[in-house]
């Protein structure tokens, strides 16, 4: 099967590409450029629309089931045209297969994993790391062993409310753990204790914050400027990411931080059971408010597709023989984005329509 887009602005910062093309992908892979005759079995007219590498969401909770966060993989991602998830602590080594299972056996989304530090990950109560009886690296370290293909990294919540009396000792015990498995750890910063300035001081290169415009009381800023200790540890190789969430998001903090030059590496949902279509419409409400606030469109693909692609280990990239996993997505005349469309290999999903060999409008 031949797939033509045509006259779309094709654009991935990793890849070089920032023009208007005809972007070919045939047997599901990427083929190339074509000229404006170029023929296929499904002709797409993007003009209009940006041609980018698949968007992915970094933070979102879909155990359906299991925990009182979890909402359907394809209705966090397929049925708002994203491909790939990765699900933020929601499962420990206790339920990882139960987990696993429930990602794999329904066709559609992508799903990969940060399994939570704590053995019971959200299954029983928001206390995850408050008890030393739910640390189990040894059982930790096997699930990471027996499942490379979907665990990209180890989560934690550094908040008052979930370490208790424990404190940072949790934080950095998992930390520790994750450099020692050569995995990222997402951390999750809120109410401190801890503070942010010690759960910065114990983390590495590629180590990742999320919710990092909280605008909570001892978030990254010192009044309207970013503090020095969120700077050296941008430095050293720690990653940022948005976290939107339901009370994880001020767009105060994120226009003064933008406006200073401090851009999130990754953007994400954290969409989940109590705010996924009530406070978050959507993963594209998430990407409008960043641009709202300051950043371009560019910036913005930039943190949901090659900055996520490399979290993950994957290649995410518009290069010839590579799968073709992309996004169409449209900017309106005042300034609002739509994920309009997904291309996972020979499937396509156009304003709804889905499945393999079909299309929806704009189709030839």
């Known amino acids: 099967m031949k797939i033509v887009l045509k006259n779309g602005h094709v654009y991935d910062k990793r890849a070089g590409l920032d023009q208007i093309s005809h972007l070919i992908v045939e047997h599901g892979r990427i083929a190339g450029f074509g000229d404006s005759e170029e023929d296929g079995d499904v002709v797409i007219d ?84 408050s008890r030393e009886e739910y640390f189990d690296e040894e059982g930790l370290g096997q699930t990471i062993r027996e499942n490379p293909d979907v665990i990209r990294g180890i989560k934690l919540r550094a908040s008052a409310s979930v370490v208790g009396e424990l404190g940072m000792k949790p934080i950095r015990k998992g930390l520790e753990f994750a450099h020692k498995m050569g995995l990222p750890a997402m951390v999750h910063i809120g109410n401190c204790p801890p503070s942010i300035e010690e759960v910065l001081d114990v983390m590495k290169a590629g180590d990742i914050v999320t919710h990092s415009f909280h605008g909570k009381a001892g978030g990254i800023l010192d009044g309207r400027k970013v503090k020095r200790e969120v700077w050296e540890a941008r430095e050293r190789g720690v990653l940022f990411d948005v976290g939107h969430g339901s009370a994880s998001f001020d767009a ?13 590496d990754l953007v994400s949902s954290d969409s989940h059971a109590r705010n996924f279509q009530k406070t978050i419409s959507g993963f594209a409400m998430v990407l409008n408010r960043l641009a709202e606030c300051g950043m371009t469109w560019r910036q913005i693909f930039d943190c949901v597709t090659g900055n996520a692609a490399e979290v993950l280990r994957i290649p995410g990239q518009i290069r010839n023989g590579e799968e073709a996993r992309l996004n169409l997505v449209s900017v309106d005349q005042s300034g609002a984005l739509t994920v309009e469309g997904l291309v996972l290999g020979e499937m396509i999903r156009l304003g709804g329509t889905d499945g393999k060999n079909g299309c929806g409008r704009d189709c030839k």
């Open 252 to 264: 105060g903090t994120a226009e003064a931080a933008i406006a200073e030059g401090f851009l999130p």
């Open 46 to 129: 993007c003009r209009g629309r940006y041609v980018i590498p698949e968007i992915i969401d970094m933070h979102t909770h879909c155990f359906s089931g299991s925990t009182n966060l979890g909402v359907d993989k394809n209705r966090l991602g397929l049925l708002q045209n994203i491909g790939t998830i990765v699900d933020a602590g929601s499962a420990g080594a206790e339920h990882f297969e139960l987990f696993r299972q429930q990602a794999k056996q329904t066709p559609g989304t992508r799903v990969y994993a940060f399994i939570n530090y704590s053995k019971i990950g959200l299954t029983r109560d928001k206390l995850e790391l």
